[in-house]
């Protein structure tokens, strides 16, 4: 963080009860940054992600914030790339990416000068981010006065469930082309169809709560609960590479 090219006014570290040598670590960079720039949090047990980031949200200063997770980084100009657009068009209320996974270009790709200009920033709607999750946490940012919140008591796609959230009640959220992170942490690991099975059964439970709190209509629930057991059977028989596609294919028919 300390290299983006616009720094951030602030870092807040949410140290989620690490049994290793991690606080001594971010006390010995705390020292070198200052306490007014990189702000420690130490969580006496672990709580999970979504506690972790909402403890950041709540303690945040500045009128946007973005999440980074201790196993993935960002392109050096990703600050200043969001920051700027968004400053530009002050009612886009949340932006994000895809994420990037390092291959050989991975370098190559880092020290590529970036220009928003240049990128295609594409409008999402609510039915969009209702079928399908465009963003990797990593990448979004947003509004720090936006009344919402990660729900801690979620293992698998509570990030999914606050963009729906955010994205039925129609605040502006707008796609960038580019990647503007990087995932170290492959897709599927752990077990591949018992992930994709667990990551379908949390994104029913996001659109039952939806419907429960009269967001969405029962046919709307219907239709997103069959859309993703369709997807689930597509992502066993042919991996996460062919919804990739499809979501690139759709991306580049709306940049043209």
């Known amino acids: 963080m300390a290299k983006q090219s616009l720094r951030p006014q602030e870092v807040i570290v949410i140290d989620d009860a690490s049994s290793d040598n991690t606080i001594e670590i971010l006390q010995s960079l705390q020292n070198h940054y200052g306490k007014d720039w990189l702000k420690l949090v130490m969580l006496a047990k672990n ?9 950041g949200w709540d303690l945040a200063s500045q009128n946007y914030i973005a999440f980074l997770d201790a196993d993935d980084a960002w392109h050096p100009q990703k600050i200043e790339l969001q920051y700027q657009w968004m400053i530009a068009n002050p009612n ?3 932006s994000g990416s895809d994420g990037f996974f390092p291959t050989l270009h991975f370098l190559s790709y880092c020290s590529k000068i970036l220009h928003y200009e240049d990128a295609m920033i594409v409008s999402i709607t609510p039915n969009q ?3 399908s999750n465009f963003f990797v946490t990593p990448s979004v940012m947003l509004k720090r006065g936006l ?31 580019y990647p503007l992170v990087y995932i170290f942490k492959s897709f599927g690991i752990g077990g591949l169809s018992q992930h994709l099975w667990e990551m ?24 997103l609960v069959i859309v993703t057991l369709l997807k689930f059977m597509v992502l066993t028989l042919f991996g996460p590479t062919t919804m990739s596609k499809y979501k690139n294919n759709w991306l580049a028919r709306r940049g043209k």
């Open 200 to 223: 379908r059964l949390g994104y029913i439970d996001n659109c039952w709560q939806l419907w429960k709190s009269h967001k969405i209509s029962f046919l709307m629930l219907s239709k």
């Open 92 to 94: 886009v209320a949340m």
């Open 147 to 177: 009344n919402y919140r990660f729900d801690p008591q979620k293992r698998y796609c509570e990030d999914h469930l606050l963009w729906m959230q955010i994205a039925v009640d129609h605040y502006p959220i707008y796609f960038f082309s």
């Open 47 to 55: 709580a999970g992600p979504s506690f972790a980031r909402n403890q």
């Open 129 to 131: 981010i209702l079928f």
